[in-house]
């Protein structure tokens, strides 16, 4: 199944005042940009062909699938000056670079690689910047099972922020954590069938959009998870998930030998039709 990354925009919670134009997927967690770690989630599940919707920074993306060393990442032996990999990242991965624009929407950029799907019903969709251990194989069964047209994952809200609720004279009547309240955030992890498209005009957004209007017909189909699921839209998120990454922390990392994969749902997570907003 192809992969469609989002990883063009400017990323602006991300910067830290330099000049630099390095956008938001290729900020390191360990010896790898995010975008890596996202696509070793889907190679995982053994989804290995990727188009990636390239524009601020592009040259970034390019330039590190250019010059890949696969010794940054895998145990080796030198021998007589030749290097013999123990294992590989990304052998056998077909990468498609496509320039989607500087400031189009996730919608547009969308739009833009729909020809490189050929005819493909059914593919799945990412912001490249949000790491997670969801299993993704129960997604899929379950978007196919429901026969919806999107599927998104969805997890609690992530604020640490808390609601205040008033009473008479303003007197606060109850203080509530954000994160327990019984609403749920787009995960930014998408199945899609090409029927999406017929939802998605040009310059249109794909959460807001189309995912919206699905949502009306009840043909948007929502994975509540409430395993590991870390963002990185800030530097200090991104600066979490690299000391997690130093700490030997690393529940993303499914491929990882010594961390067995575990594809079952949760106990008690269900899969739902929702309304739900970005």
């Known amino acids: 199944m192809k992969v469609v990354l989002f990883c063009g925009g400017y990323g ?6 330099t000049a630099d134009d390095l956008p938001k997927p290729m900020h390191a967690v360990g010896p790898r940009p ?31 699938f ?6 940054d990442s895998n145990d080796f032996v030198l021998r007589d000056g030749t290097v013999r990999l123990h294992s590989t990242d990304i052998s ?31 593919f799945l969709a990412n912001y490249a910047d949000v790491l997670t251990d969801a299993p993704l194989d129960d997604l899929i069964d379950r ?21 205040v609720e008033l009473g008479e004279r303003s007197m606060v009547s109850a203080v509530t954590p954000v994160s327990s309240l019984p ?20 310059g249109g957004d794909l959460v807001d959009g189309a995912c919206a209007e699905l949502a009306k017909r009840g043909e948007l189909l929502a994975y ?31 491929w990882d030998s010594d961390r067995p994969a575990d594809h079952e749902a949760p106990s008690g997570q ?3 039709r929702v309304g739900i907003e970005r």
Not at 66 to 71: G, N, V, W
Not at 94 to 104: D, Q, R
Not at 145 to 152: C, D, N, P
Request: charged fraction near 20%; hydrophobic fraction near 45%.
């Open 183 to 202: 609403i749920w955030e787009n995960g930014g992890y998408f199945v899609l069938r090409r029927e999406v498209f017929d939802h998605l005009p040009a």
């Open 92 to 122: 056998g991965w077909n990468i498609e670079f496509v320039h989607t624009g500087l400031a189009s929407s996730i919608g547009e950029r969308l739009r833009r690689v729909r020809h490189l799907l050929a005819d493909d019903e059914v």
């Open 270 to 272: 269900t899969a739902a």
């Open 224 to 254: 509540p998870y409430r395993g590991f699921w870390q963002p990185a839209d800030t530097v200090k998120e991104r600066a979490a998930l690299e000391n997690a990454y130093l700490l030997g922390d690393r529940p993303w990392m499914l």
């Open 34 to 64: 995010l975008l890596w770690h996202v696509m070793r989630y889907y190679a995982h599940f053994g989804h290995t062909d990727f188009i990636l919707c390239l524009g601020y920074g592009a040259r970034h993306i390019k330039n590190f």
């Open 143 to 163: 978007f196919h099972a429901e026969g919806a047209v999107a599927a998104m994952l969805v997890v609690p809200p992530q604020s640490s922020f808390h609601c």
């Open 12 to 17: 602006m919670r991300m910067r830290n005042g």
């Open 66 to 71: 250019l010059d890949y060393a696969e010794t």
